[in-house]
């Protein structure tokens, strides 16, 4: 299964840990969980929390059970959280790929290397669906740079290389 909520990138890793932490060990609704979180974390609105929610399960730092949410065992790490990534949330390992095949790439130029995997009931979703993927692209190079999968080009930090 691929997941696709990306919130955007926090500042340092160690935030990871903190949404992780503010997950309930007992499962919890959605909306219990969600308020809890923008509580603890001074999220701005239930549907960041849902978002962030969503992520942590994309990454296997939570699950949800027939009882709701709660967080797992699983220590958060940038190895481990970097795997997840590519593997469960959607698009990821694209955006990665073109960087492989043809970094460094801006932001824009990664979008449209991975823009045919834009599944079309998103594209007539939408009529600004290309402005919703490219925001999307942009989260994901910003998550690939903090799992130390990518990093900005130093002399030109709008472009992206594999590391």
Same mark, same amino acid.
């Given at each position: 299964?691929?997941?696709?909520?990306?919130?955007?990138?926090?500042?340092?890793?160690?935030?990871?840990?903190?949404?992780?932490?503010?997950?309930?060990?007992?499962?919890?609704?959605?909306?219990?969980?969600?308020?809890?979180?923008?509580?603890?974390?001074?999220?701005?609105?239930?549907?960041?929390?849902?978002?962030?929610?969503?992520?942590?399960?994309?990454?296997?730092?939570?699950?949800?059970?027939?009882?709701?949410?709660?967080? /797992?065992?699983?220590?958060?790490?940038?190895?481990?959280?970097?795997?997840? &990534? $590519? =593997?469960?949330?959607?698009?990821? @390992? *694209? %955006?990665?790929?073109?960087?492989?095949?043809?970094?460094?790439?801006?932001?824009?130029?990664?979008?449209?290397?991975?823009?045919?995997?834009?599944?079309?009931?998103?594209?007539?979703?939408? /009529?600004?669906?290309?402005?919703?993927?490219?925001?999307?692209?942009?989260? &994901? $190079? =910003?998550?690939?740079?903090?799992? @130390? *999968? %990518?990093?900005?080009?130093?002399?030109?930090?709008?472009?992206?290389?594999?590391?």
């Amino acid at each position: 299964m691929r997941f696709k909520p990306v919130p955007p990138a926090p500042g340092e890793f160690a935030f990871v840990a903190r949404v992780q932490r503010a997950v309930p060990l007992v499962p919890g609704t959605e909306d219990d969980c969600c308020a809890r979180l923008v509580d603890r974390l001074d999220l701005s609105d239930r549907d960041a929390a849902r978002t962030w929610l969503t992520f942590l399960r994309a990454l296997d730092l939570a699950e949800e059970t027939p009882s709701g949410y709660r967080r /797992t065992d699983a220590e958060p790490t940038v190895e481990g959280c970097r795997a997840a &990534l $590519l =593997d469960r949330v959607f698009a990821a @390992d *694209a %955006v990665h790929d073109a960087l492989a095949a043809a970094g460094p790439l801006t932001a824009d130029a990664t979008f449209e290397a991975v823009r045919e995997r834009v599944p079309t009931w998103e594209r007539h979703r939408d /009529t600004e669906w290309t402005a919703v993927w490219r925001e999307r692209v942009e989260r &994901l $190079l =910003d998550w690939l740079v903090l799992l @130390d *999968a %990518v990093e900005r080009v130093e002399d030109n930090p709008d472009r992206y290389r594999l590391t």
